[in-house]
């Protein structure tokens, strides 16, 4: 415990000393030296093609500075990250533009000399460092390949001195036990620590960092962004920083450039950028982000980033603008210069967007355990024989949700799949209504399959690629017996209800996007009028615009249709914007129970606290700007009329 | 207040097109086009060479294994046949087995594959350790086996010859199968209760086509060649009977005063192999690169 306050009082050290810092590296960049890397004009084509997948990207980033490239998937964020380490992906091509690290182009170089210039000058660290460590390496000789390749140091005993120093720095431990362990002994933290450690070995002046945190839960993702921002301070070390994940840029970038289809729309210090956002873009991305304690909802923005070579005339926000007008469509607007150092690409910047300014209400009263839809007792699970899940007591009532919050490892899915019926080993009692359920789905009878029904994690893997989105989604009801015109009819209806047309049950999956899947899987889950749903991570996969357009989309239908949900998760900020009750698990139980709101704010258990603590957020003074009006006041924006199936549940 | 996302708002949709199918960018290629014709062309040497012989099977035409008869185009064979007859007859017999002969056992290594993958307990092992056993046997001592004690028959050969061919494609299956049955909608089938036979026929199955149609080409070649090799080795269908692993048996006494008798049936074999195979690659190449997410 000692250790863990320490490290939160360090953070908040750290983060108080920013604004200094930023000043010096500033003074710094200004300086003789020049900055550490220098993007000018940057623009990477399809080869085949000659599209833009990025163009007009110019950034620089001084030495000891963080500058965090924020972006949604597809935005060309790593594209740009790559191509400071002078590679372009296989397709992709880098046409105009120049890429200096202190003064060093790193464009049109030989193959030899970008094997001597990566890792020694620029050095990348890649989002999963379970699959970027050698397997059949100890990282011992790992760390020293890199050094050997670099012939750092000039002497086998200055390489291994070199590797004891990094250990101490990444905050492993540096014996020679450790140094023989294989990447797949370590946990995933210590696995991202070595991927760290690899990367900072030559001491390179620029680093490149590609979502590193992507995979590790809230408390080692902390631990890791401490120990880069650290790294990068200490030893003067220009990094970028590639990520979709705003709250982590928050908490570690001095500044931030947020990407839009291939294009720099908005770049600032993150303090001013995350206070007076100017794009509205990125005001909408802020809007997207759950925001935990204080008192905001969250929107989603309709439509999606257009794709290279459909990118419009003009500027490629345009289309999903409310603030565009005839100007927009024309030209793509020039560098804005809004304040010192804070930058913005659009003809009306601070133009209000409609956001959702208040929280869902949950005024709803449900009286505990009276109606439950849903009971779990002395649930305890298993896999081969040892024991993850202890003793769950758990009840959703009907038109509840009930969020069931834990780390990874934490048996929160063990719990939901259960329930599915996905998962036999447990024991206890499940009831439905007052309903014991047979511990496999198979077991169960067809009615009471039909009335659980259970939304995937990742909806790029929960419907059959070679289904039409049709024959997905009318499953359930062929199965419950309908006739296929009224299947067909329904599975129509209900992609409507969830935002999507009827033409799309002619598609296949792969001409969808995640969004659009994950909204054809809650159609698949809601077409037989099921009394509970149970949602297993089902925004993680996703964007975070759009995870707050499904779970806005999933409120919606719980409270119109009389769900009792069971929303699982590890995004704890989320949870306030679904669920009534919250639980939290942590190893095989449930620690805490009680309205999100309390759990949230006033956590009774030492656990919750440090969750909570861990968990990065961004601290604005005063949010995006709002208006008060809803959406509902563009009809363009509004979902198309069409003819809602009243579903009776 | 709520707030509704629509997918289809500002009416300019972009949508990635659907890829295409596995055959469709196999076909792409050069080396699938090429041994397309070359299959073609001696499925069509086999199809409709009978009706173009100018000479019986069995027709004495002339003296035996001489090159310049005139009016046949390869001369005769060691007992005065044309061969240019018997070689458009008997392309027949080895197609017909060959392909029939994988067919059954590209289906039988197919449902010990899908049943294993799904199962991945003891049946898994109990299947899988079965197919090893059948792998560890030479396939043609197999095949010589079987054809002496049961007779040179059709049947056993087509049987023989698909049972070696059973284990590969049940490893093939199997290991295809298995990424497959960790995905989310084989869990999604589940909890609607789906019956086996559905999930591994309709949901398992069409997810691992593109590695079982490379899979089969590869078995054709190789049942090709084992029945060629069974044929070569006198253990063929009916003596005399026009066949080209056969000819290539009876007529290699004679290959330096009379070559074609079994150039021609080497040249037919050794096409179709390379043809099949060829085929076989483009659609491997094809598959890895729908697998890696760009339509090749």
New interface residues.
């Given amino acids: 415990m000692s250790e863990r306050s320490e490290r939160t009082i360090d953070t908040a050290s750290t983060r108080s000393e920013r604004t200094i810092d930023t000043v010096s590296t500033q003074r710094h960049g200004a300086g003789d030296d020049g900055p550490a890397l220098t993007i000018d004009g940057l623009r990477i084509d399809v080869t085949r093609s000659g599209e833009d997948i990025v163009d007009e990207v110019s950034l620089s980033i001084g030495a000891g500075e963080v500058l965090g490239l924020v972006g949604e998937s597809g935005s060309g964020k790593t594209t740009v990250g790559l191509a400071v380490l002078g590679h372009s992906r296989k397709?992709a091509s880098i046409s105009t533009g120049r890429v200096e690290i202190g003064g060093y182009s790193m464009l049109g170089l030989s193959a030899v000399q970008l094997r001597l210039t990566r890792g020694a000058l620029v050095s990348y660290v890649p989002q999963d460092p379970g699959t970027a460590l050698n397997p059949a390496l100890r990282i011992g000789k790992q760390l020293l390949e890199v050094l050997e390749t670099h012939d750092f140091g000039g002497s086998d005993a200055a390489r291994r001195a070199r590797v004891d120093e990094l250990m101490a720095e990444v905050l492993l431990p540096g014996t020679p036990q450790f140094l023989r362990r294989y990447p797949h002994q370590l946990s995933g933290g210590q696995q991202q620590r070595v991927g760290l450690a690899m990367a900072f070995a030559c001491r390179p002046s620029v680093i490149v960092l590609d979502e590193p945190t992507t995979g590790l839960d809230v408390s080692t993702q902390a631990h890791v962004l401490d120990t880069v921002r650290g790294l990068c301070r200490t030893h003067g070390v220009a990094a970028l920083y590639v990520t979709h994940d705003l709250a982590v840029v928050a908490t570690l970038a001095d500044r931030v450039a947020v990407m839009y289809a291939g294009r720099i729309v908005e770049e600032g210090p993150a303090a001013v950028l995350f206070d007076e956002p100017a794009h509205p873009y990125t005001r909408h991305l802020i809007a997207a982000v759950p925001d935990m304690t204080g008192d905001r909802g969250i929107?989603?923005?309709?439509?999606?980033a257009?794709?290279p070579?459909?990118r419009?005339q003009g500027c490629s926000f345009a289309?999903?603008c409310e603030a565009a007008t005839d100007e927009c469509r024309t030209a793509f607007p020039s560098v804005q210069l809004v304040t010192i150092g804070h930058t913005v690409r659009c003809y009306h910047p601070m133009a209000p967007i409609?956001?959702?300014e208040?929280l869902r209400p949950m005024a709803r009263t449900i009286d505990p355990g009276a109606d439950a839809a849903l009971t779990l007792r002395g649930v305890s699970a298993s896999y081969s024989g040892q024991t993850v899940v202890h003793d769950v007591n758990l009840h959703v009532g009907r038109g509840e949700c009930l969020a069931l919050v834990g780390e990874s490892g934490s048996g929160k899915t063990t719990v939901s799949r259960s329930v599915?019926?996905?998962h036999r080993e447990w024991t206890g009692e499940i009831l439905m209504g007052s309903i014991a359920l047979a511990r496999s789905?198979?077991d169960?009878p067809?009615e009471q399959?039909?009335r659980?029904?259970?939304v995937?994690?990742?909806p790029y893997?929960?419907?059959?690629?070679?289904?039409t989105i049709g024959e997905?989604v009318g499953?359930?009801l062929v199965?419950g017996g309908s006739s296929s015109a009224d299947a067909r009819r329904l599975v129509g209806e209900m992609l409507e209800r969830v935002?999507?047309?009827a033409a799309y049950a002619e598609r296949?999956p792969?001409?969808l996007?995640g969004?659009?899947r994950q909204?054809a899987a809650i159609a698949?889950a809601l077409v037989s009028k099921p009394e509970v749903l149970v949602c297993d991570e089902v925004t993680s996969a996703l964007d975070v615009l759009?995870q707050a357009?499904i779970v806005?989309?999933l409120a919606?239908l719980q409270s119109d249709l009389g769900l009792a949900m069971l929303f699982v998760t590890h995004n704890l900020p989320l949870v306030r914007s679904i669920a009534d009750r919250t639980a939290v698990m942590a190893d095989g139980r449930i620690v805490e129970v009680g309205p999100t709101e309390a759990v949230l704010t006033r956590p009774e258990q030492e656990y919750t606290r440090r969750l909570l603590a861990d968990t990065p957020q961004i601290n604005e003074t005063h949010p995006a700007m709002t208006v008060p009006t809803?959406?509902?006041d563009d009809p363009?924006?509004?979902?198309?009329a069409v003819a809602v199936p009243e579903l009776d549940v | 207040m709520t707030v509704v996302e629509t997918a289809i708002v500002s009416g300019r949709i972009d949508r990635p097109v659907r890829q295409r199918g596995v055959i469709a960018a196999a076909f792409g290629l050069w080396r699938a086009r090429i041994g397309a014709v070359i299959v073609v062309l001696l499925v069509g040497v086999a199809v409709f060479g009978p009706f173009l012989a100018p000479h019986g099977a069995t027709e004495f035409v002339g003296p035996p294994n001489t090159n310049d008869v005139p009016g046949l185009l390869f001369g005769t064979d060691r007992l005065g046949q044309d061969v240019w007859s018997r070689f458009l007859l008997g392309g027949r017999t080895i197609l017909v087995l060959a392909v029939v002969s994988t067919l059954i056992g590209l289906f039988v290594g197919m449902v010990i594959g899908l049943v294993a993958a799904y199962d991945r307990g003891r049946l898994d092992n109990v299947l899988m350790r079965a197919m090893d056993v059948v792998f560890a046997f030479p396939n043609l001592l197999l095949a010589l086996v079987a054809v002496t004690t049961l007779g040179r028959r059709s049947w056993v050969i087509i049987l023989i010859v698909a049972f070696t061919a059973v284990p590969r494609v049940a490893r093939i299956t199997r290991g295809a199968a298995l990424g497959v049955v960790e995905r989310d909608f084989i869990g999604a089938a589940e909890a609607l209760g789906e019956s086996r036979r559905h999930i591994l026929g309709a949901e398992v199955l069409p997810n691992v086509a593109g590695p079982l149609l490379v899979e089969a080409n590869l078995r054709l070649t190789y049942s090709i060649a084992l029945i060629g090799a069974l044929g070569f080795l006198g253990f063929g269908v009916g003596l005399n009977q026009p066949d080209w692993a056969q000819m290539i048996n009876e007529n290699r006494a004679a290959l330096s005063t009379a070559p074609w008798g079994t150039l021609l049936p080497i040249f037919a074999i050794g096409l179709l192999t390379v043809g099949v195979g060829l085929i076989a690659d483009g659609l491997g190449r094809a598959v890895a690169g729908i697998d890696r997410g760009r339509p090749s």
Avoid: C, K
């Fill in positions: 397709g929107t989603g923005l309709p439509g999606r257009p794709s070579g459909h419009p289309p999903r409609a956001i959702r208040d599915g019926g996905l789905a198979r169960r067809v399959r039909l659980i029904q259970y995937f994690q990742n893997s929960s419907l059959n690629p070679r289904r997905s499953r359930p199965v935002s999507l047309t296949y792969d001409q996007s969004g659009e909204r698949r759009v357009a806005d989309l919606d809803g959406l509902h363009a924006l509004t979902v198309p």
